[in-house]
């Protein structure tokens, strides 16, 4: 809940020069794959004997 959301966000703390990458990034709409922003890769999910 709540609780854990908490805690999960006073653990994470980004460096300054992490938070300058990320800003840079996204201002140049770049991203590690080489993908454009909005870009998705083709995502098939499969259940039980489908496999």
Known sequence: GAIMEQRL???W???VNEK???ET???S???I???RPFDYRRLSIK???QV
Do not use: V
Request: glycine letters at 10%; aromatic letters at 10%.
């Open 9 to 11: 966000a006073n653990t």
């Open 13 to 15: 703390h980004m460096t």
């Open 20 to 22: 300058k990458f990320i």
């Open 25 to 27: 990034a996204l201002a």
């Open 29 to 31: 709409d770049l991203r």
């Open 33 to 35: 794959d080489g993908r």
């Open 47 to 49: 259940f039980g004997r």
